[in-house]
């Protein structure tokens, strides 16, 4: 299936009144998320000076993307979207009172903290499918590779912004009034599902009902698309970033910072975590309004590559802004393959089961991250974590041009509406 190339608008997504609103409220969700990160953790290792409860908090946050992302799917699939979002924003509600409460008694325990942390993983897995899902709805194919794009760009400076809020409420309102403060942030976009028309099913309101969410009917919908080679390549894609990096560079940045030498280890371990939420950030921005790159399976792997090139230079250089510049490079090259290849799997995926899909696509991308605390954190342990990181690095990149020549021996794709050139001709606030 080839989807011809047409003109789109430079930010288009941001034309829908409805997209727009969403978009903004998604990235007040992903900072409130980090915000309660940066509280919580910082109010674990104070109490508690647990390495093993340190693990368990990444632990917890990818396992349940990992184990859930079909089902979440299979209720997006089946359900009004709108109503699955909230749920999840609900519960990330539930858990920031549950701290609150828990540091204002003075009773918080180990085994709170687990479950808790367990809770915040499941809200973020409910949350996936179904926001692509809505994305599709809110702007339709044409648009839709504009809205994924700006959606991870939004989520990115929320990412970005999330520290730096939350070390503000920390200081300024202690963890117990910070961590209450944070359940406002989750409200806009709350409140505004209950005011949207959009279900995630308006555009395919013809398509057949799809069963209820089960193991067995997922596991159907997966055999049916194996013999997507495109599909199940952009997948596997997603799935290479996140298990050979993935959440890594977080948490190993402290280690970087400190060989870097650059002055105060605490600025340059900043200046570094901002630079590479900073690269997705401008580099959406930059590609949405300039549109220097077309949207197609190859561009995903190129992409992909890249990011993989840039994150092996990161780890070898002795040079600090080098390794800054690095980092600004992967930001936007990841921004651009997890984009294009998100795209991809929405675009091919039947409407039907375009969630279970999607959630098929969330635990390759997501789930798989906790692969990185092995390719990294383990093997980092013994042979040392900048060589670990950039044999990890050139691994996928290695291993992407064979999903490339997996993906070759199907159909051309190319994006509906193309990442590369755009038009600008007025607004379409709908």
Not at 306 to 334: C, E, K, P, Q, R
């Amino acid at each position: 299936m080839s989807t011809p190339a047409t003109p789109v608008r430079r930010f288009a997504a941001l034309r829908k009144a409805d997209s727009r609103t969403y978009l903004i409220g998604a990235a007040l969700a992903m900072m409130a998320d980090n915000i309660e990160h940066v509280i919580t953790y910082w109010v674990l290792w104070e109490k508690f000076g647990s390495p093993a409860l340190a693990g368990f908090q990444v632990v917890s946050h990818w396992l349940p993307f990992l184990l859930f992302s079909l089902l979440s799917g299979a209720l997006a699939d089946r359900y009004d979207c709108r109503r699955v979002i909230q749920a999840g924003q609900l519960l990330f509600m539930l858990v920031s009172a549950a701290w609150g409460l828990l540091f204002l008694t003075g009773e918080l325990e180990i085994w709170h903290a687990c479950v808790l942390l367990v809770l915040h993983g499941c809200a973020g897995v409910l949350w996936g499918p179904a926001e692509q899902m809505m994305l599709h709805d809110f702007v339709g194919r044409e648009a839709l590779p504009s809205a994924v794009r700006l959606n991870a760009t939004f989520k990115s400076l929320g990412v970005l912004c999330g520290p730096a809020v939350g070390s503000v409420l920390l200081l300024g309102l202690g963890p117990t009034g910070g961590i209450f403060a944070n359940i406002a942030i989750y409200l806009p976009l709350t409140i505004f599902l209950f005011r949207t028309r959009f279900t995630g099913h308006v555009r395919d309101a013809d398509r057949q009902r799809t069963s209820r969410p089960g193991f067995r009917d997922t596991f159907r919908v997966l055999r049916e698309v194996r013999g997507d080679r495109l599909l199940v390549g952009m997948i596997l894609l997603a799935g290479l970033g996140a298990f050979f990096v993935g959440a890594s560079l977080q948490s190993t940045m402290p280690v970087f910072a400190n060989d870097l030498g650059a002055g105060d280890a605490g600025t340059a371990y900043g200046t570094l975590l901002f630079a590479a939420g900073a690269g997705g950030v401008l580099g959406g921005l930059v590609l949405e309004a300039t549109g220097w790159i077309r949207g197609s399976v190859p561009v995903a792997v190129a992409a992909t590559v890249v990011y993989g090139l840039s994150t092996l230079a990161f780890a070898v250089t002795g040079d600090y802004l080098i390794a800054v510049g690095m980092l600004a490079i992967s930001g936007v090259a990841n921004l651009v393959a997890t984009s294009t290849a998100q795209t991809v799997v929405q675009l091919r995926a039947p409407a039907a089961e375009r969630g279970r899909v999607l959630g098929l696509y969330g635990m390759s991308s997501s789930g798989l991250r906790l692969g990185s605390g092995f390719t990294v954190g383990a093997a980092g342990a013994v042979v040392g974590v900048h060589t670990s990181l950039a044999v990890s690095a050139a691994t996928m990149c290695v291993a992407a041009l064979a999903v490339w020549a997996y993906s070759a021996r199907g159909p051309a794709f190319s994006v509906a509406g193309p990442i590369g050139r755009v038009e600008d001709s007025g607004s379409d606030d709908s």
